[in-house]
């Protein structure tokens, strides 16, 4: 499982369940939000959600569909206001 | 129907209360891209929109906007918490204690009452999707102009909550977007005809 | 009232929920992305654990049809609400 948020076993006493979340979370403090503003199809992540932006129109907005291919842990993403780290840094971060 | 739950989507927690902040980050609640107009925007265009997707979407990022709403509020009671009528006018909010006390009211940082003109909705679903991309944007900005205002470092983590929320809104409007082009597209309801290569 | 234990069964419902919009968010987008319903489904399930043991201890968070039930007297009323916590 790729996804932080399978770690959490719904069988699992919370307890388990939180040192799990906190193991994930130390992970997470190391990740910078990665900024690629030229980069507007990440080429690097490729999935089948962007192919329907294949035919591109004149005089039509689009935005790069995100993939679901990382999370944050619960903790985390509270914390930032996103799940998705690839969300996260999509702007310059207010301080 | 709605359904309402006793929790905030987010802690609201203030260091000490700041009246001269409350009174600028109340533009959230009832300013032009504050969250009561976000809610009602979106809840209001579901009408309109062709399909099941845009409509869900529409539908639970209005109920969000409104649990945002709630938080903005929390944090302005919060702000005001114990403050006293000299200190409503040493904040330069006198006239908001004269008229409404300690109670809330949907006005912007001017004071400016709450304007359905805020809204738009045109019934056409490009149009309406890229005005609500364009009012998380908005919003987007006012928080970090609101961010730069305060140096309460609880008021920050929740208004950054806030602005990251309209970051992701933004992303789903535009996926929405794409989504929505391709049906009408597909059915020519708009382009008329397909000029092929 | 354990009013810090309270704040920390709070939070992890804060926390669990929070997953659990996101990924109702993402799935109004990308309805066939059967990892991210299988780890929203995840998320619901823990939420509606976590819920239970906050109200059966600190009363409702919904009024009703989530499964509380009200003790003697009415409930709903006695609870703080969110912004005096």
Known sequence: MKRNVD????????????EKDERVEEKDEQEEPE?????????NNICNCQ??????MLAHAYVPWQCYDEAFSPQEALKKGTLFPSLYGAYPIPR | MWIYEKSLQHPVKVTCPDVSFAKLVVTQYGGPDGELGASLRYLNQRY????????ALLTDIGTEELAHMEMIAALVYKLTEGASPKDYEAAGWGGHYVQHNHGLFWTD??????????????????????EDMAAEQKARVTYEHLIEMTNDPCVKDMLRFLWQREVVHFQRF???????????????????CTVEK | MNCEKQ?????????????????????????CDADAINDFNCAVQI???????????????????????????????????????
């Open chain 2, 48 to 55: 309109s929109m062709p399909t099941n997707k845009a409509i």
């Open chain 1, 51 to 56: 192919k329907t932006c294949a035919k591109m």
């Open chain 3, 7 to 31: 704040m920390s069964m709070l939070r992890k419902i804060q926390e669990i929920q929070f997953v659990a919009v996101e990924l109702n968010l993402y799935l109004d987008t990308h309805p």
């Open chain 2, 174 to 192: 535009g996926e929405c977007l794409n989504d929505i082009q391709e049906h009408m597209g597909k059915k020519n309801m708009w382009c008329g």
């Open chain 3, 47 to 85: 939420l509606e654990k976590r819920k239970k043991a906050y109200q059966d201890e600190f009363g409702p968070l919904l009024n009703f049809g989530f499964g509380g039930y009200s003790k003697e007297p009415w409930q709903w009323v006695e609870s703080p609400w969110p912004w005096e916590i």
């Open chain 1, 7 to 18: 770690n959490a076993q719904v069988e699992e006493k919370d307890e388990q369940l939180e």
């Open chain 1, 35 to 43: 900024r690629d503003s030229m980069n507007m199809w990440n080429t």
């Open chain 2, 109 to 130: 940082a001017n004071g400016v009452p709450w304007s359905a003109q805020y809204i738009a909705c045109l019934g056409d679903p490009i149009a309406d999707l890229t």
